[in-house]
DNA sequence: TTAACATTGTGAATTTATTAACATTTTTCT
DNA sequence: AGAAAAATGTTAATAAATTCACAATGTTAA
């Protein structure tokens, strides 16, 4: 496979979804406007991501699901799982571990940070909660490669250098304030003021 | 101004917050390639987007922050102000409630709903919680033209329905399940699993 | 004063992403 | 059997987003 596209890499994450509901229903065959609808795009641009990854459904049966759920998870998933943690544990940090307590086996939280003493030695959804200047040794201790960053904006930089310097891979920044790292760690920002905004500008403008 | 494009609006929505931080530090001016390094994009970028709502910088002194900052403002707010409510006072909820809560001026958020009765009634950041039953009742009465939807998958199609019904016009969806909506209501959907998984991929490609 | 420099503004080129169009194939119906 | 229908796969066209390239111009320094 030569080279997938930004786009592609999220819409495939989005259709596995689907599907797994899909699956659960008991359902074995789906076509690309069932998937187009439920992500509200088009059937083409379902199939197209589908060619891209190289497979290939049947004509008039649609594609199986078992098979392109399969498939979509040799290409996103690594084969050995990712470790991640989260870095504040405040309502947002809390609202993500959460959400991924016990759900993939990939894709694992193996701990949480927070400096404040109060909660450093609690468990947050099975996961324990370390102090934040212990960042670096747990990180190698745990074999993480990801950081979900739920901290204060004020912080946001000085942990990220904290992620850094222990070897984090790969950042999830939820704080308001972007932040610099160096160009092998992959970063990825989200504000949540950025989509109200945008969802306000699109409303106003009818 | 004809037309500005989806990416635009989401940047001028971030160049304003770098700004706000510029002018809070008493900058009067910035250079297209200082906003370029904090917001992680080129120069080129920048001043196309300031180019697109009409703005112009000084030569040599680049743009005046103050200026710059109202413009986007009369471009991306509502002169009236928009009020917002937040479905599903979970942690993601609180923690969407509070980022907002005595920030912004234009955009408000005035009502939370949770179908806990013993949430209802208390206040989440000065924030009354209403009964999701009187979603309808209230977004009236409160003139809510904007919801957050942070409540779990499966009830995400129902509480869409009344919001829907309740006269809506935007809605950000922040559960795990795509909804439908009327196309006269604009929808902006956002899945953290994605970003993670968007992450992990990369990392996993170098 | 004049040359060197740094910056904005923008048309043109390029790249990326989406959509259209349609050939192909299987199934169903008559 | 043959026609009609419904789906995939894919090339080509189009649209959207970004970057390049550079003219214009104010600023600084010699």
């Not at 259709?15 to 065959?29: D, E, I, Q, T, V």
């Not at 201790?141 to 979900?148: M, S, V």
């Not at 901290?151 to 930089?157: I, L, M, S, T, Y």
């Amino acid at each position: 496979m030569k080279h997938l596209p930004h786009k592609t890499i999220e819409r495939l994450s989005q259709y596995r979804r689907a599907l797994l509901l899909c699956h659960a229903k008991g359902m074995s065959h789906i076509y690309s406007h069932e998937i187009a609808t439920i992500q509200h795009i088009t059937a083409v641009q379902v199939r197209r991501d589908i060619m891209l990854i190289g497979y290939t459904g049947t004509l008039r049966k649609g594609y199986n699901v078992r098979e392109l759920i399969d498939l979509i998870g040799q290409i996103i998933d690594s084969d050995e799982g990712i470790n991640v943690c989260v870095v504040g544990i405040g309502n947002l940090g809390r609202a993500i571990t959460n959400y991924f307590s016990g759900k993939r086996t990939k894709l694992s939280i193996v701990a949480v940070f927070d400096n404040d003493k109060s909660k450093v030695g609690k468990k947050y959804h099975g996961i324990e909660c370390y102090n934040v200047e212990d960042i670096g040794k747990v990180i190698k201790e745990k074999n993480i490669d990801i950081g979900i960053m739920t901290v204060p904006g004020e912080d946001a930089q000085k942990i990220t250098d904290l992620l850094v310097k222990a070897g984090i891979k790969g950042l999830l920044n939820y704080t308001p304030k972007p932040v610099n790292v160096p160009k092998e760690v992959y970063l990825e920002e989200y504000d949540m003021i950025t989509s109200l905004e945008k969802v306000a500008f699109f409303v106003k403008t009818h």
